[in-house]
């Protein structure tokens, strides 16, 4: 099982990023996706996630509006669009995947099946 993260980076206030996260090795289609970000200190954020169908979404409060989620089950690929980005969202990005719902439903930061390695996402002016 491999989820492999890309497109953080150093950015300033109000610009954007997409990042991406490439699935394999389980069956993609039947799992709700998460970002989730632990920034220097803190402990793990849940961030925004979406269930295998793709219909339903979920994101925490500090992003409604900023960070929409998306995925495309055939390429097995999950995205998270960041917009509007402040120095609040400095942070690690981990993608993870559940085999139920309820992590992403309840907006947790845990009970996933599946994590990547993470990517840093830093914004300074």
């Known amino acids: 099982v491999q989820l492999v993260e890309s497109g953080g980076g150093l950015v300033q206030p109000g610009d954007s990023l997409r990042l991406s996260c490439a699935a394999s090795?389980?069956?993609?289609?039947?799992?709700?996706m998460a970002w989730v970000r632990q920034a220097p200190g803190k402990e793990r954020e849940f961030v925004a996630g979406?269930?295998?169908?793709?219909?339903?979404?979920n994101y925490s409060d500090s992003v409604k509006g900023r960070f929409p989620i998306s995925r495309d089950n055939a390429r097995n690929m999950v995205y998270l669009d960041m917009n509007d980005l402040t120095l609040e969202d400095t942070a690690v990005y981990y993608c993870?995947?559940?085999?139920?719902?309820?992590?992403?439903?309840?907006?947790?930061?845990?009970?996933?099946?599946?994590w990547g390695q993470g990517t840093q996402v830093t914004v300074s002016s």
């Open positions: 090795g389980f069956n993609f289609n039947s799992y709700t």
């Open positions: 979406i269930h295998r169908t793709g219909v339903r979404k």
């Open positions: 993870a995947a559940d085999r139920d719902s309820r992590s992403m439903l309840f907006a947790s930061a845990a009970g996933y099946d599946y």
